[in-house]
């Protein structure tokens, strides 16, 4: 059983940056998509960004392209995200997910193992 544990989150000004990890444990990941997903309350959860297992292919949902950054680190277990510029609207609670597939999607149910989340609030 995989089990991903995020940190990093913590709260900023607008305009300032935040990085993001999420660790995972259990059987190796390294084939697998990776994907950093959130919530604000009262919405649904949404795409933010995903990475294929060789990390030279990305998605980006287009409210966070330009600013976000997704990587990961397959020795490791670990994917990361930086976050440049942050803006109020980003304010939500932060995902990971393992997709264990080959190919990159961005629907919540496409993915089957999930971290705890955790709080990014930006303020303006």
């Known amino acids: 059983q995989v089990q991903l544990v995020e940190s990093g989150g913590g709260s900023v000004q607008a305009g300032e940056s935040l990085g993001l990890s999420c660790a995972a444990s259990?059987?190796?990941?390294?084939?697998?998509?990776l994907g950093w997903f959130r919530q604000a309350p009262g919405k649904e959860r949404e795409f933010v960004a995903a990475?294929?297992?060789?990390?030279?292919?990305?998605r980006y949902a287009d409210s966070v392209k330009g600013r976000f950054t997704i990587s990961r680190d397959n020795a490791k277990n670990t994917m990361y995200l930086q976050m440049n510029s942050l803006k109020p609207e980003d304010t939500a609670v932060y995902y990971c997910?393992?997709?264990?597939?080959?190919?990159?999607?961005?629907?919540?149910?496409?993915?089957?193992?999930w971290g705890q989340g955790t709080q990014v609030t930006v303020s303006s």
């Open positions: 997910a393992i997709r264990e597939d080959l190919y990159i999607r961005q629907n919540p149910p496409d993915y089957e193992y």
């Open positions: 259990g059987p190796t990941v390294s084939r697998d998509v």
């Open positions: 990475i294929n297992w060789t990390g030279f292919l990305t």
